[in-house]
Every structure is written in structure tokens, then in C-alpha cells.
């Protein structure tokens, strides 16, 4: 059975900065990588049936990345996890939905996951959630909420003009 997550953060900023964010390729290789990882953003078409191919990577301090291919976390290499996004739907500044697919030939990775973010203005600033759908089975729901939630301090601390 494929999993779903739901996280939620308040960020102080309007929801047209967050949206931006979600929709500019150099923005999104700063934040969206969680944790000490770190992204590169391929390609880009910021159009409905468009979207996007980004690679994630791992630190070179991971255990995988010193010869140990038992400790190898990444979904594409060792130290790599490498997917498209297709934007389903593109709501400025209200909703994104995105068909995510995994460059992996492990077939625990196989199939297109649905991430929909939606903005909602919320006092001086936005909650953004992040609401994932059909996570393949090789991915624990409690990593990818573990995931998320890094990836929204991130991106918390790149709108509000704080290094992420």
C-alpha cells in the first residue's frame, strides 16, 4: 500500500514569495534539498504539463559516499536521488500539484507520487502544507515527513532573507 504525509508550516512571508519560490529553479535548488543535502535543478518549464528534473544529493560525509554500499540511501547512486516533477495544476499564489517520478531502477521507487502545496494567508504570514499522495513503498512515511519538514525550516529561512 502506498503511503500519504501531511506537514504544515507558518512562514512569515506573503504567499506570491512562497509561490515564487516553489516556481524559480535557483530558488528551489537552495531550498528544497533536505537536511545537509543538497539539490541541482536540471531542466525547467514552469507550465502546466511542464515542470521540472532535480537531483538531491547526499552529503559527501554520508557512509555511502565512503565505500560502504550497504549504507547507500540514494534512490538513483549511492549519494543521488534524481526525479521529474510535472506540474498537474499551477494556482499563483494559491496551490502547486506536482506528479513526482524517481529515476530509479528499484522497483520499491517505481510510480508517480502526487506532492500538492497550497498557500493559505495566515496572519502576518502563510502556512504552507505540503500534502503527499501514493509515496512509493521503497520511501517511509515518516522519512519523507522527516524530509518535509527540514525542507520547509529551509525554506522558511530563504524567504525570510535568513541563509538557508
Known amino acids: 500500500m502506498k ?3 501531511r506537514n504544515s508550516k507558518w512562514i512569515k512571508a506573503p504567499r506570491e514569495a512562497l509561490y515564487r519560490a516553489f516556481t524559480d529553479p535557483a530558488a ?19 507550465r502546466v504539463g511542464g515542470g521540472y528534473s532535480m537531483s538531491l544529493y ?19 547512486s549511492a549519494r543521488e536521488d534524481r526525479f521529474t516533477a510535472r506540474f ?3 494556482d499563483p499564489p494559491s496551490r502547486i500539484v506536482q506528479a513526482v517520478t ?4 528499484d522497483p520499491a521507487f517505481a510510480g508517480e507520487m502526487i506532492m500538492e502545496m497550497t498557500f493559505e494567508a495566515a496572519g502576518e504570514g502563510t502556512t504552507v502544507t505540503f500534502q503527499f499522495r501514493d509515496i512509493p513503498s ?3 512515511p515518516e522519512d519523507n515527513e522527516e524530509g ?17
Open 3 to 5: 503511503g500519504s504525509t
Open 28 to 46: 528551489l535548488a537552495v531550498w528544497q534539498a533536505p537536511g545537509d543535502m543538497t539539490g541541482k535543478v536540471h531542466g525547467f518549464d514552469g
Open 58 to 76: 547526499y552529503p559527501e560525509t554520508d557512509p555511502a559516499s565512503r565505500g560502504n554500499p550497504e549504507a547507500s540511501r540514494g534512490k538513483t
Open 88 to 90: 498537474v495544476e499551477l
Open 102 to 105: 524517481f529515476d530509479s531502477a
Open 138 to 140: 521503497g520511501i517511509r
Open 148 to 164: 518535509t519538514k527540514s525542507s520547509l525550516d529551509k525554506l522558511a529561512r530563504f524567504v525570510e532573507g535568513r541563509a538557508a
